[in-house]
């Protein structure tokens, strides 16, 4: 299968993903995720006001294969959750860098280090690495 890896994202290596506008990340889970995954069927989440501090997870992903930790690729205050994804977490396959996102969160520092992201060609290489 042929997964996208937008260029306008940062990635870690446990496949979540970050968009940041402003000061505004929108956080959610790699098309490789979702496929490794399979059928998505619980989603945990933080509420809106909880703060996300990097390398602490946030929540859990469940799928008829495994449970899985989420991880914050920023440190910040969660501004809105995507309350769909929770009520339907198999719909996230549907369209996991648009209307399957998780968290926005508001960033503490825009300018500080976002721990160990990757640009989309790295992250894409470490895939075809793993895959190897």
């Known amino acids: 299968m ?11 290596d ?13 956080i959610g889970i790699s098309a490789f995720a979702v496929d490794q995954l399979g059928d ?6 933080p ?38 994804m929770i009520e339907s977490p198999e719909l996230i396959a549907e369209d996991p860098y648009g209307e399957g996102w998780l968290l926005k969160v508001r960033v503490n520092d825009p300018d500080e280090d976002f721990g160990e992201v990757m640009s989309a060609d790295e992250y894409r290489a470490q895939l075809e690495g793993d895959d190897a």
């Not at 042929?2 to 870690?12: R, V």
């Not at 446990?14 to 929108?26: F, K, M």
């Not at 998505?40 to 989440?45: A, G, R, S």
């Not at 390398?55 to 914050?72: C, M, Q, R, W, Y």
């Open 2 to 12: 042929d997964l996208e890896y937008p260029d306008d994202l940062k990635y870690l």
């Open 14 to 26: 446990s496949h979540e993903y970050v968009r940041l506008d402003g000061d505004i990340a929108t």
């Open 40 to 45: 998505i069927v619980f989603l945990e989440l």
């Open 47 to 84: 509420e809106i006001g909880d703060a996300l501090e990097i390398e602490t997870s946030f929540g859990s992903i469940e799928s008829v294969k495994a449970v899985e930790d989420l991880n914050p690729p920023v440190s910040g205050t969660v501004t809105d959750r995507n309350e769909d």
